[in-house]
């Protein structure tokens, strides 16, 4: 509408006149070619004025954004990847530990175990020990108290033969009766 407008004061008026000379009777309009380029020019500079750098600027933010975003993504993988290796290495080291512990916890109860058999074998050796010296004494003892019996035995026994004169038959009688008591003293 614009350009009809322009159109139509070239062809009036005397500065028109030169743009009407530009229009070819053949149909070619070059002086409609000539002001749609000025009015696209001007329009193209009014737009990388008000649109086109501020729509750049905009592009440029968000791009300096989403860089920022994947470094700070990247950042952030790799210091999952260190706290990862590290939770692993703690973790083996805990594994060892407690496979140290174990393994110590393992020889400490076998070496309680070796001190509780040799510490339970010399206290059987010992009381074996003590129950032979026991029954030597109690040996030595009883026979100590045979001899004693036999020889009070023997004195009775002696008293008697002295006293009257013994035969065959009165001695294995005596014999006996010394046997009885003796059995009646243990």
């Known amino acids: 509408m ?61 791009a300096q954004m989403i860089s920022n975003d994947i470094d700070a993504a990247e950042k952030s993988r790799l210091e999952s990847q260190k706290l990862l290796e590290e939770q692993r290495s703690l973790l083996k080291e805990a594994r060892d530990d407690a496979q140290s512990i174990v393994d110590n916890a393992r020889k400490q109860g076998e070496t309680q175990r070796e001190e509780l058999i040799t510490a339970a074998r010399s206290e059987v050796n010992r009381m074996k020990e003590a129950a032979t ?12 108290a045979v001899r004693e019996e036999f020889v009070s035995l023997s ?14 038959e009165d001695n294995r009688a005596l014999i006996e009766e010394t046997i009885v008591k003796a059995g009646e003293g243990r």
């Open 2 to 62: 614009f350009l009809d407008t322009f159109a139509l004061l070239a062809a009036d008026g005397g500065a028109a006149s030169g743009l009407a000379k530009l229009n070819n009777p053949d149909g070619l309009n070059l002086g409609d070619i000539l002001v749609t380029v000025v009015f696209f020019t001007i329009l193209m500079v009014l737009l990388k004025k008000f649109a086109w750098g501020p729509l750049m600027g905009i592009m440029d933010q968000r």
């Open 133 to 144: 010296l026991e029954i030597a004494t109690e040996k030595e003892k009883a026979v100590a």
């Open 155 to 168: 004195i009775l026994a002696a008293s008697k033969v002295l006293g009257k004169e013994i035969s065959e």
